[in-house]
């Protein structure tokens, strides 16, 4: 599938495992593994973070083979989900980013396309959110707010 704001194709990423019952040299049940979610959230770890984390230093190759649901769901469930979706807080994020840029640099023309490119980026996002009651109806996205959104 082709990039949205470029010419370019998408790189390849990783892939899941393909067997959908669990490893035999897995040592983790699904309370244990609920725990490490929860612990994990509440030192601020975002749902992509925990997901690279338990690959990567507890060894879980899948966390919803184990657990039965994803880890945005067990935080739900948890209570602990951060009221905007990790996608469009990083989006946000970006923004800010090249808002500051521009304070310094007024003259820097493909900056201010690529922060057109990103709000309307996120304006989609926003849509998308709404219609799948993610974010509230009365949720609007602006500049002024933004950095307030990510403070």
Do not use: C
Not at 58 to 64: D, L, M, N, Q
Not at 104 to 109: A, S
């Amino acid at each position: 599938m082709a990039r949205m704001h470029s010419r370019s194709k998408g790189k390849a990423g990783s892939k899941k495992p393909l067997t959908t019952r669990k490893v035999t040299w897995q040592s983790y049940d699904e309370k244990e593994l609920r725990q490490i979610i929860i612990k994990l959230a509440k030192e601020q770890k975002t749902p992509s973070q925990i997901g690279l984390i338990l690959r990567d230093s507890y060894g879980i190759p899948s966390i919803k083979q184990i657990a039965k649901n994803p880890v945005s769901v067990i935080l739900k469930e948890g209570k602990i989900s951060h009221k905007v979706p990790e996608d469009l807080l990083f989006l946000i994020k970006k923004v800010i980013k090249i808002m500051r840029h521009l304070e310094l640099n007024k003259k820097d023309q493909p900056s201010v396309r690529g922060l057109q490119l990103t709000e309307s980026k996120i304006k989609r996002l926003v849509k998308y959110y709404k219609r799948e009651n993610k974010l509230p109806e009365n949720w609007k996205y602006s500049r002024e707010n933004a950095k307030l959104l990510i403070e």
